[in-house]
């Protein structure tokens, strides 16, 4: 397996991950709680502090990598019994009909809303990530380092699988820490530098195409899907389920221009990813608004609008293809 980081060094803020330090939880009014879990979900570009300081001018916010928090949460509801009880008892988050609903309107936005019901869960998991975080002085790596997987079983087995080495894969990579490590370095490096990582695993020795007007899935979290569809999680193909496969996982470093152009995503927080089931939270390739070829998304075969959230519009599959390539070799070392 060869580990390929790819650096696009554009403008996008990464999605703010914060966690939230309370004086005293206990006192905090339940509607004001319920406001800063609102904004902290939102993903509009507003400084998440200022707005989060202006309710509660005692919290302080500290932020962390998505692939940090997401680590941390996943061991807490595997550890926590009042944390996977809710966790299981609330089910997957799932954006399909939501959205398949609103296509037609031109405006999808409201589709993506925090689900006010997950506030109590979101609590629960700051509260045991910022302890975590206290106690290793601040430092990501050291907190990942505290949360063993060993032994970890399912805790939602999925039905379904495709492949019946999913499950082995997912904790094989969720317990190789210097992979991990190396995923948090990429993602502080481009909060820095005001981009997204997105990730993806692939067997061959090139790079995926949209070739044949096919929509490519990346993970816009390295753990989205993993508690309730451990087969739409990335970090389940960041190894080949056979050593003799030729095989690539690609962290890429993506800015805003790349996104808009390129690629559709749900304004979706860790924690709403890690709980989600299905194709919409994911970040795809757009295609072009014509017949294709491939897998795509259930949705976008009722699509009947050409909106630009679904599709490249203004171009060709060759222009399509090539600022693919474009994103996906800058800086990449065969």
Sequence with gaps: MKLVLLFICLLMPLHGVYLLHFDDEAVVDADIKSELYARIMKDDGENIVEACKSLLPSVTLEWITPTAWQVVALYEMYNDQAIKEEALALGPIEYEESVHSLIETGDISSAFQPRHEYAPLFFLLNKKISERYKAALGCQITMVKSCSFEGAQPLYPYAYLTNPHSYELFFSALKDTELLFQLIEQETLA???????????????????????????????LLGGALFSVEACALTYSKPWNDALSWRFLAVRVGQEDIKELFRIGPLHPFLQLLSDGEIF????????APYTGYFMKINKNIKEPLDYFFALDTTAEDLESRLKSVLYTNYQP
């Design 191 to 221: 909060h820095r530098f005001g981009q997204r990582v997105f990730y993806r695993g692939y067997e061959g020795s090139g790079m995926p195409t949209t070739r044949g007007n096919h929509a490519l899935s990346f993970g816009s979290t």
């Design 282 to 289: 994911h970040a795809h390739t757009k295609v072009l608004f």
